[in-house]
């Protein structure tokens, strides 16, 4: 599928990318940028997909990365999910969407709120409803909040029930070496809100610690004046769901790590045995723990025993997956058993690195907190929540 | 009921019965054959039999129909011009619809549509839509100005297209200015003139700042960037508009990020307040840091930019090193680059983390960057000196794994450890012996047999191990056989006794098997050595080797210079200027604004005015701005301003008569006025200069040959330069009993190929005490030698008695010519380009001079002046000399107020030239 903006650009030009493409032995491993004789390929790799922006003139990459980025969120978006089948079903839509969010490679409307103002998201009923009454589901008038000051709200929002909900979404990302010390650890954290809130409201959230955050990017709502000087959120939201901030609390930081691992694994006697325990949790249970290693690949098959859970070895992709489920502090979980490698095969000298994935509600690692949240410019009372969860990003276990 | 079902007609006669039904009088099924005939066109069928067929659908008020025609009109119109007038009409009656939607989609579409005649008609419409009421149309018309440029750049500037959108940069709509902004630089970029059709000035940065807080994060893009091709005109704006752009470093969208630092990165060379830099640098870290946890791919390109500010300012992330460090899930391109720059950041203070990571990742699974791991551990031992024993350390760990990859690219790094620190891991060698068997990779086989050739005398068999590699020697690569047959011959020199016969045999080989002929040149070079001269072979052979540099992969910096401009581009991914990739793209390269800004900041256009016109010297705030920031320890605190009188209209002044003056006596056309000289010295040096014709410096007679040596001819001389030539000055005395008659002179090949332009013409006969002067003219276009000292001259003087040698040196001055005078902007890339370890320093002592007499002093003997600065109170000089070999030499003197000590800095390719070059400063100053 293709759509030009510009002059058009034969297919061919494709054929770069395809024969790059056979020389890579992993999908993720696709090159961003390429270089074609008259064009720039760049590339992301998103649910399975590859999309491919051809320019042929000098431009920011990140530009082109992030409004590819863009246009998945924008169809998952629309569609749910994003896959081969679902562009393919609602491709009228879709060109729709990429006319209305680029033109002459500037983008022009990627908020969600305003393209579906524009573009009604597709639905059974509405699908019914357009067959009988020859409606189509593009909208003729033109949006309202486009070319406001505040391009992200649309106005004359409505809603019976006035509801705000924030989620504040920590990920640990670390590296923790064979001893078990910690030789990176940092957090990627967001609040991601879900806003249903009629009018124009205004809001401000303020933070017992706001001195925690001291790298920040905001969404455009964000005032970042207010921010600078008292360090308040302050802003008008947009409608639906958008995330509010992220943030990143670096390695300089002292973080902790909620997890441990003990292990054991030799391939020489072919044996394995890795306990997982709960480390600094602030009493909160850790949950959703999964355990992956990706062995190597001489490793023929494991036979294990784990105390919990369940486990299941891929030959075929090599990795171990063993999922956990929640971590009782009075009965660690474990698994231990024997692998077996192919026979006559070399030993093994470099170990694998272990990937944990775990989840502990009501509880942010950092310790960031929500103290108040306030609204201005309208006059009902809104139902406000947060909620605090912690996860592990890429936290990586060196065996 | 999807879509997907368009795409599965697989029946014959399709375009057939599209047809029909694309003529069908029902709404209904015209949609949907419409749909079907852009779900051909977007797989790639040709669909453009049915052009007129879809056109006639085309006025309907059905909008999603009406997009959908559109659409296959912007795919089809170029192929069918004839037929796409027939849509003209409805795209005119479109755009005067009272909807603002409909409008602005069909100047968008008219836009897209690359077809001449169409165009013709878009122009009326286009300047409505322009001026539209509504704000969503004039930012889509601002965007199809860009189109048109693009498509016909003669009709928009005829049709003054440009100057509407520069109107729209003063929109009360911020979306409509980023628009606007955004077409704008487009078409700066396209225009063939490779010159800005709209020049930016504080009042529209002014404006663009205003939008920048309130457009979308794609006009943010649009506005930094443009912001970036403007050069404040002073410090004070400079960091006004610093200020205003740091909030957008907390911006979510990466790409703004990253032209927020590029605009930070420009212009934080103008601004010379060192708080206000760190400040900032300060402020740089953390975003660059966030676009490491972001997708991939934004990652990929995140990094490539890192590596260039990290080798620009390393300040800004050196706390960050863990951030780099690789995660075994990374995708294969981010590993490799954030390798690179965890290299980069390396330094004392991490280099135990940085070690430690590093072997971690030398036993991953990937090849590639295993290897590349193990060659970084390399790096860091020649980068830090004191973690090189740990890092061998290191090595000798992963060469006991015994795995083969990572064993040869451990040998390969080795070497070079072994050459950047000699004489001190040599305890390593029987370990790296005993891995011989495994090598099979050319680079890994020729270091080792570096390493056995190199250390030969410590190694007891070395002599055996040679020769097992000897015995494929036709099947290995010519790397490999190169390298042999230097080791062996090393080991033969080092150990004669036991080795002839393996040399003879390798040098068999080389020269008679061979059919590679730099083997064969070696072998016969080396046989030829041996058998003529063994001293000489050990000499050449066992010669010092020159120090490898620390790092080997450093951007020169006139390169990352003009990087950092681009930062966030195409180029910043690829490391390479535009100009070498983008096509069409005319020479216009980005600078880097100099420091200290003063009255005029760089002038993009070179300066032509050619070498003989009076050249006044009005930028050269840049140069020494430049200058800073090379490497002379620059002082912390910069003066703001220039002293007064040094100010650009006093240097005009003295420049202008000075060109007078020259054109006055008219003597010598290619003095250049001296750069800087005050008025009054100015003149008076001129004066001075000019008035004995232009000889100069003049070294006092010394005795060449005394009479004893020379059968009774006594000979005393000089060398001087006058008038461009240099000639030999010389008193013959006949001390002997008898006359003297037949001279004639030869001289020996010399470093600067010197031979007499005319014949000896002394009197004779000469009688017996008599003595008369010669001068014999010279000239440089003779046999060239070097010859140690480098001014040395081997003269043979024949008469009637016999014919007698001696040396006389040629002060380096003479050879000083007279069009030195370097153009500022070279002298500072040569002066970037010459490493600093070709820099020599030297003490002038007791001087009297100030720093305009040795201004003076020096042009007299065309040493030119390039510019001149006060740093805290400390005179700099930069000055440029060419020999006649053009051979350039660039100098730099400190002359502390009123001391009498100077330091003289001299640069220069060739670094042999430096002794030179300081005696004859210290002739000339003294003189």
Redesign the interface.
């Given at each position: 599928?293709?759509?030009?903006?510009?002059?058009?650009i034969s297919?061919s030009v494709c054929d770069y990318f395809f024969e790059e493409q056979k020389k890579i032995t992993?999908p993720?491993?696709?090159?961003?940028?390429l270089?074609t004789p008259?064009h720039?390929l760049i590339?992301?790799?998103?649910c399975n997909m590859y999309f491919v922006a051809v320019?042929t003139?000098?431009?920011?990459?990140?530009?082109v990365?992030?409004?590819l980025?863009r246009v998945v969120d924008i169809f998952e978006d629309y569609f749910g999910e994003c896959s081969e089948?679902i562009i393919?079903?609602?491709?009228?839509?879709i060109?729709?969407l990429l006319?209305e969010m680029l033109?002459?490679?500037?983008?022009l409307a990627?908020?969600s709120n305003i393209l579906k103002e524009l573009i009604k998201p597709p639905n059974i009923l509405r699908?019914i409803a357009n067959?009988v009454t020859?409606k189509?589901?593009?909208?003729?008038?033109?949006p309202s909040g486009?070319?406001s000051?505040i391009?992200w709200r649309r106005s004359g929002v409505k809603y019976a029930n006035n509801e705000a909900y924030f989620d504040v979404i920590e990920e640990v990302?670390a590296?923790i070496?064979k001893s078990g010390s910690t030789?990176?650890a940092?957090i990627?954290g967001y609040v991601d809100c879900c806003i249903k809130l009629s009018g124009m409201p205004d809001l401000t959230m303020t933070f017992v610690n706001p001195r925690i955050l001291?790298?920040?990017?905001?969404?455009?709502c964000v005032r970042?004046k207010r921010w600078?000087s008292e360090k308040v959120l302050s802003f008008i939201p947009p409608d639906g769901n958008f995330?509010l901030i992220?943030y990143?609390i670096?390695?300089?930081s002292i973080v902790a790590i909620p997890i441990y691992l003990k292990h054991f694994i030799s391939f020489r006697e072919g044996r394995l045995d890795i306990t997982v325990g709960p480390k600094q949790t602030m009493g909160r249970q850790v949950e959703n723990v999964s355990v992956e290693v990706?062995m190597?690949k001489a490793v023929l098959n494991c036979t294990l025993v784990p105390s919990q859970g369940k486990y299941s070895y891929d030959p075929v992709s090599k990795v171990l997956q063993w999922d956990v489920g929640k971590i009782d502090p009075t009965k660690l979980p474990n698994i231990k058993g024997s692998i077996s490698l192919q026979a006559g095969s070399a030993p093994i000298?470099?170990?694998p690195?272990v990937?944990v994935n775990f989840t502990i509600n009501q509880m942010a690692v950092s310790g960031l907190k929500v103290s108040r949240l306030d609204m201005y410019g309208e006059k009902y009372r809104p139902f406000k929540g947060v909620k605090y969860i912690t996860k592990a990003g890429?936290f990586?276990i060196?065996l | 009921m999807t879509d997907a079902k368009y795409f599965t007609t697989t029946k014959k006669g399709e375009i057939f019965e599209l047809k029909s039904e694309l003529n069908s009088d029902k709404k209904e099924k015209k949609r949907e054959a419409v749909k079907k005939v852009i779900a051909s066109m977007t797989v790639g069928k040709d669909v453009s039999a049915l052009f007129p067929d879809v056109v006639n659908c085309m006025q309907t008020d059905n909008l999603e129909l009406k997009k959908l025609v559109y659409l296959y009109l912007m795919n089809y119109a170029k192929s069918q011009p004839d037929m796409a007038i027939m849509a003209v009409n409805t795209f005119v009656k479109d755009c005067e619809d009272p909807n603002p939607l409909i409008r602005a989609l069909a100047v968008r579409t008219m836009g897209c549509i690359r077809v001449d005649k169409i165009t013709e008609y878009l122009c009326e419409p286009l300047r409505k839509c322009l001026k539209d009421e509504d704000p969503y149309v004039r930012k889509t018309a601002a965007v199809c100005v860009a189109k048109l440029y693009d498509i016909n750049a003669q009709l928009v500037e005829d049709q003054g297209f440009l100057d509407q959108l520069k109107d729209l940069l003063s929109d009360s709509n911020p979306m409509v200015v980023a628009n606007a902004v955004a077409a704008l630089s487009e078409i700066n970029d396209s225009s063939p003139s490779g010159a800005p059709l709209v020049e930016m000035n504080a009042a529209t940065i002014n404006k663009l700042l205003t939008a920048l807080n309130e457009c979308t994060e794609w006009g943010q893009i649009f506005i930094l960037d443009s912001l970036s091709n403007y050069n404040p005109k002073d410090e004070r704006e400079a960091q006004s508009i610093c200020e205003r752009i740091t909030p957008r470093l907390a911006h979510a969208n990466a790409a703004v990020v990253l032209s927020a630092v590029k605009v930070l990165m420009k212009y934080m060379e103008i601004i010379t307040d060192q708080e206000f830099v760190s400040v900032l640098t300060r402020k740089l870290a953390p975003p660059l840091v966030t676009l490491l946890s972001s997708e991939p791919e934004v990652q990929y390109v995140a990094l490539r930019n890192i590596n260039l500010i990290v080798q620009k300012r390393p300040d800004i992330l050196k706390h960050e090193m863990k951030v780099f460090f690789v995660k075994y899930n990374d995708p294969i391109y981010v590993k490799l680059e954030k390798l690179d720059i965890m290299i980069r950041l390396a330094s004392q203070a991490n280099i135990a983390q940085v070690l430690s990571e590093l072997k971690e990742y030398a036993t991953e699974v990937d090849v590639d960057f295993v290897r590349k791991a193990v060659r970084a551990i390399g790096r860091c031992a020649i980068k830090v000196e004191q973690s090189a024993e740990r890092c061998v350390a290191t090595l000798l760990d992963l060469i006991q794994t015994k795995v083969n990859y990572v064993v040869q690219e451990a040998i390969v790094v080795i070497k070079d450890i072994f050459r950047k620190y000699p004489n001190k891991y040599e305890s390593i060698i029987s370990t790296l012996c005993e891995n011989l068997d495994t090598l099979d990779e050319p680079e890994a086989r020729a270091s080792m047999i570096w390493i056995i050739g190199e250390y030969a005398e410590r190694i007891d068999n070395a002599d055996e191990l040679l020769e097992s590699f000897l015995e494929g020697f036709a099947d290995e690569n010519s790397q490999v056989q190169l390298q042999l047959l230097t080791a062996i011959v090393k080991l033969f020199l080092k150990r004669p006794a036991d080795t002839q016969e393996l040399v003879q045999q390798v040098l068999s080989l080389a020269t008679q098997d061979s059919d590679n002929p730099d083997l064969r040149d070696r072998g016969f070079i080396y046989w030829r050595l041996l058998s003529t001269d063994p001293a000489a072979a050990k000499e050449v052979v066992l010669a010092e080797k020159p120090l490898i540099s620390e790092e080997t992969d450093l951007l020169e910096p006139t390169l990352l210079d003009e990087l950092i401009c681009h930062i966030a581009s195409l180029a910043s991914v690829y490391h390479k200027p535009p100009s070498a990739f983008v096509e069409g793209r005319s020479g216009l390269r980005k600078a880097l604004p100099a420091k200290l800004a003063g009255e005029t900041t760089t002038s993009e256009a070179p300066s032509s005015s050619s070498s003989s016109a009076p050249q006044v010297i009005p930028s050269q705030d840049s140069l020494i701005g430049d200058l800073l920031s090379m490497d002379i320890n620059p002082p912390a605190v910069i003066q703001p301003a220039q002293p007064a009188p040094f100010g650009g209209g006093v240097d005009l002044l003295g420049g202008g008569l000075d060109a007078l003056l020259d054109v006055g006596v008219g003597n010598t056309a290619t003095a250049p006025p001296p750069a800087q000289a005050p008025m009054g010295g100015g003149l008076l040096g001129d004066i001075f200069g000019l008035a004995p014709s232009t000889t100069t410096y003049v070294a006092p007679k010394t005795l060449w040959l005394p009479a004893v040596k020379g059968k009774g001819l006594e000979i005393s001389g000089t060398f001087i330069r006058k008038n461009g030539q240099i000639s030999m000055e010389m008193t013959l005395t006949n001390r002997a009993m008898q006359a003297m008659s037949g001279f004639a002179i030869q001289f020996n090949k010399n470093s600067f190929g010197v031979i007499p332009a005319q014949p000896l013409q002394v009197p004779s006969p000469l009688t017996p005490n008599q003595s008369c002067d010669v001068s014999l003219l010279l000239n440089t276009s003779g046999p060239v030698q070097k010859m140690d000292p480098l001014n040395n001259l081997q003269v043979a003087i024949k008469n009637n008695i016999d014919v007698l040698y001696f040396a006389a040196l040629i002060p380096l001055h003479v050879y000083f010519t007279e069009d030195g005078q370097m153009d500022k902007r070279i002298f500072l890339s040569t002066w970037k380009e010459i490493p600093t370890q070709n820099e020599v320093q030297y003490n002038l002592s007791n001087m009297t001079h100030n720093s305009d007499t040795v201004v003076q002093k020096m042009q007299q003997n065309n040493v030119f002046t390039i510019a001149k600065r006060n740093v805290e109170g400390q005179d700099m000089l930069y000055q440029s000399i060419k020999l006649t070999n053009n051979v350039w030499v660039l100098t730099e003197i400190k002359i502390p107020p009123g001391g009498s000590l100077f330091t003289l800095s001299v640069k220069s390719v060739t670094v042999d030239v430096a002794p030179g070059v300081y005696q004859a400063y210290e002739n000339i100053l003294r003189s």
């Open positions: 599928m293709e759509k030009h903006w510009k002059s058009v297919r992993s993720i491993d696709m090159p961003p940028v270089a008259h720039y590339t992301i790799f998103r320019c003139t000098e431009v920011p990459p990140l530009f990365i992030e409004f980025h089948t393919k079903e609602h491709y009228v839509i060109f729709e006319d033109d002459n490679g500037f983008p990627t908020e699908t067959t020859g189509s589901n593009v909208s003729c008038t033109l486009q070319l000051n391009p990302d590296i070496d030789v990176s940092e990627q001291d790298d920040v990017s905001f969404h455009p970042f600078e995330r992220s990143h670096s390695s300089q990706p190597p000298e470099s170990n690195a990937n890429k990586q060196r | -």
